[in-house]
């Protein structure tokens, strides 16, 4: 609904208002369905559906991005927050139509303001827990700094127009969409770490390239492996936090797993915004 509103905005701060609103009406999914999988799988189990979780979540972001980036020029903005409204109308038809209007009474497990607030704390308190949100966080930071300005990329590096755009930045989820699976199996038969480590190498590694001067088709290679590094990370960074909650705080630990995740992805965006000041050769270096 508040999509669909979207598309009948008049001003800049009403946009804003309203992609607020929706974003917390939005925000318990990725948690839920985090939680979800740490209750269904064991924890040598969770590589392989964590990773499939977070390839649709990427490929739908990409592929999302990309075709409205192409069909704007043609429908304009406001048509494509309807459509959009439209697919999600769709969905909760499919899940309503799954699950039945009538459902088994569900065992109310409410907890006080203060022992959410002592279940944070112990979250935060465990060294790996601290170190692993802190990976999370930064880790938004850097894939969402990058990811929103490389329409402005480019336009400035290589003044592609908006089809050539949509074309150039598709590559961002195709990894996580074809290898996803595989990903999380690896991590489940060999380990987390040096996958992870991998991951963070690689897009460090390919951002920094796109400072230098290379070809249109070099640059938009660079951006698939940018998308790898964010497989290679963010699921399996997922998939520890499924072992600090356990069985009793799943939720808390997935909900402020992504708290910090998506708080990264607003925060990246503003400064890489504001590094931009320096040049764009330069953020992309800073951020690499």
């Known amino acids: 609904v508040l999509t669909a509103i979207t598309a009948l905005v008049q001003s800049a701060s009403q946009l804003i208002l309203l992609r607020l609103l929706t974003g ?34 990427e490929g739908g972001m990409a592929l999302g991005s990309t075709a409205g980036v192409m069909l704007e020029p043609y429908t304009g903005w406001r048509m494509l927050f309807l459509a959009t409204a439209l697919l999600a109308a769709l969905a909760l038809w499919i899940q309503v139509a799954r699950m039945g209007w009538k459902q088994e009474p569900h065992k109310s497990n409410r907890t006080s303001f203060k022992k959410m607030v002592g279940g944070f704390y112990r979250l935060l308190a465990f060294p790996r827990g601290l170190r692993t949100y802190l990976f999370v966080f930064w880790n938004g930071i ?40 595989l990903i999380g199996r690896a991590a489940d038969r060999r380990g987390r770490y040096p996958i992870i480590l991998t991951g963070l190498a690689t897009a460090a590694i390919a951002t920094a390239s796109l400072a230098l001067e290379i070809p249109v088709l070099v640059a938009a290679l660079a951006v698939t ?34 708290f910090a995740l998506f708080t990264g992805f607003g925060l990246g965006s503003l400064l890489f915004g504001e590094l931009l000041k320096l040049g764009l050769d330069q953020a992309l270096i800073i951020f690499a």
């Open 142 to 181: 850097f894939h969402s700094g990058i990811y929103t300005w490389l329409g402005v990329y480019f336009v400035q590096k290589y003044d592609l127009g908006p089809i050539e755009i949509g074309l150039a930045i598709l590559g961002y989820g195709l990894p996580g969409f074809f290898f996803g699976s």
């Open 225 to 258: 492996l940018i998308s790898l590094g964010y497989d290679l990370t963010q699921p399996l960074f997922a998939g520890i936090v499924t072992e600090l909650g356990g069985k009793t705080k799943g939720g808390q630990a997935m909900g402020l797993n992504v």
């Open 24 to 57: 917390l009406g939005a925000s318990g999914v990725v948690p839920m369905s985090l939680a979800l999988v740490g209750d269904m799988f064991k924890p040598s189990e969770r590589g392989r559906p964590l990773g499939l979780l977070f390839a649709a979540m």
